[in-house]
């Protein structure tokens, strides 16, 4: 039994080889949404055993036969070139702002909110909704005052429900009625489920939980690699042939870059009962906080030069090139293939991922920096984001 009066001890692993041990151990339970509970309680990411597991497999449905595939040749062009042509013809944009319209939009479509009208307004309509449940649900880090918080989430929650989510379902529903097919989508998933009927609120939360899952580290990766990369290339126009002409090796630099810089720094865990975990002796309730920042730069597994951007590095069998920055054991990210890509085979068809493709679109398209304007770190946020990145495209710099 626990003391109901004890302060819950806390601790924290930085190594890879400790993160790894903490984030498969059975005891070891969410921790990090506990303050955001008006936008995360019941969220797959919170859950645990048997219901998590339950969730995880319905949710997963989504990537089924083919998805990559036709995602890569159709879906994630289709999305991506209305978005990006404007940018391309006024020949500039904000990495920032073009990052988050296209992956808001590529994620709603995963998720299963569909945009009636189209337009930018509607994008930017959902981004700022997206934008309120995370800074509910990242409560427990944040300097604001946390009722204001919750009335600005429960005030999002339900302009969500009017406007995005309740049409969705309803269009879901209308197509089951008339015999139709659903789009393959994480709400059409637990609509048509039969192992799962999730209360209102519930579908509501999971739903929102899979837009901020998706739209904010997809668009700050892509913001990140691309700098990586503009930095490798430093004006070398060999280089950045390269990248264009060598999708395994940019994928390469991407993994590269994502290694650095793990869209959550930290992962936390609440052991739910008494253990001993990587050595710690831990009591119910006690927390360990998972350094994934540092545990990518360990220097027993990625080499000396674990804090430098180094693509050609070797890597032994069995460690990914991103590192943890997907997560480990059943909280793994579900999005990491979809994302990332999945590291090429020779033979097969490579899975390039989103953040990769992005990439690849930008740099052929002449994408560079603007010398007069450099990039800005995001002044709202210790974790280290960019507020804004102004590039040109320079439509030269393309063979
Ligand atoms: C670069 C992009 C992304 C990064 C770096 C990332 C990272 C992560 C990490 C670290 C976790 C585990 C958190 C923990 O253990 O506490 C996670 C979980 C998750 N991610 Fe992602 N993610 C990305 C994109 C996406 C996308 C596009 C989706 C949409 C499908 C997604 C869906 C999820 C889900 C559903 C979980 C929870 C899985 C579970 O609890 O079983 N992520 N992600």
Redo the contacts with the bound molecule.
């Keep these: 039994m626990s003391d109901a009066n004890a302060v819950a001890a806390q601790h924290e692993v930085s190594s890879y080889a400790d993160a790894m041990a903490v984030?498969k151990d059975p005891v070891m339970v969410?921790a990090?949404y506990d303050a955001g509970r008006a936008v995360m309680a019941d969220a797959?990411?919170t859950l645990h055993g048997e219901e998590?597991s339950q969730r995880?497999i319905v949710?997963f449905g989504v990537f089924g036969r083919g998805f990559f595939r036709d995602y890569q040749r159709e879906v994630f062009p289709a999305a991506l070139a209305p978005v990006l042509a404007p940018y391309v013809q006024a020949g500039r944009a904000d990495l920032i702002e073009l990052g988050y319209r296209v992956t808001m939009n590529l994620?709603a479509d995963?998720a299963g909110i569909d945009r009636r009208s189209g337009t930018v307004e509607e994008t930017e309509a959902l981004l700022q909704i997206v934008r309120t449940f995370s800074t509910g649900a990242t409560l427990a880090h944040s300097t604001l005052d946390h009722d204001a918080v919750n009335a600005a989430v429960a005030a999002a929650m339900a302009q969500f429900d009017d406007r995005f989510l309740e049409p969705s379902i309803q269009r879901r529903r209308q197509l089951l009625s008339a015999g139709e097919p659903l789009p393959n989508d994480v709400l059409s998933k637990l609509l048509t489920s039969d192992r799962l009927q999730l209360a209102d609120d519930v579908l509501r939360r999971e739903i929102a939980f899979?837009l901020q899952?998706?739209a904010h580290?997809?668009a700050n990766?892509t913001v990140h690699a691309l700098h990586n990369l503009l930095e490798w290339v430093d004006g070398d126009a060999a280089r950045r042939q390269r990248l264009v002409d060598d999708p395994a090796w940019l994928q390469r630099c991407v993994h590269e870059s994502?290694r650095l810089h793990?869209?959550?720094p930290v992962?936390l865990r609440r052991a739910r009962r008494a253990a001993t975990v990587v050595g710690l002796e831990l009591a119910e309730g006690d927390l360990v906080t998972v350094n994934?920042h540092a545990a990518n730069r360990d220097q027993l597994v990625f080499g000396a030069d674990a804090e430098r951007f180094n693509p050609s590095r070797e890597l032994d069998a069995g460690v990914w090139p991103f590192g943890l920055?997907?997560?480990y054991g059943?909280?793994?990210?579900?999005?990491?293939d979809?994302?990332?890509g999945v590291v090429a085979k020779p033979g097969a068809e490579l899975q390039m991922g989103i953040?990769p493709m992005m990439v690849q679109a930008l740099l052929k398209h002449g994408a560079s920096w603007i010398p007069e304007e450099p990039p800005v770190d995001d002044p709202n946020t210790e974790r280290a984001h960019f507020g804004s990145y102004p590039v040109k495209f320079d439509l030269d710099l393309v063979a």
Excluded: N
């Design positions: 984030l969410q990090l797959l990411i998590h995880r949710e994620t995963l899979y899952a998706g580290s997809t990766a994502l793990p869209a959550s992962a994934l920055t997907f997560g059943i909280h793994a990210c579900l999005g990491r979809l994302d990332g953040v």
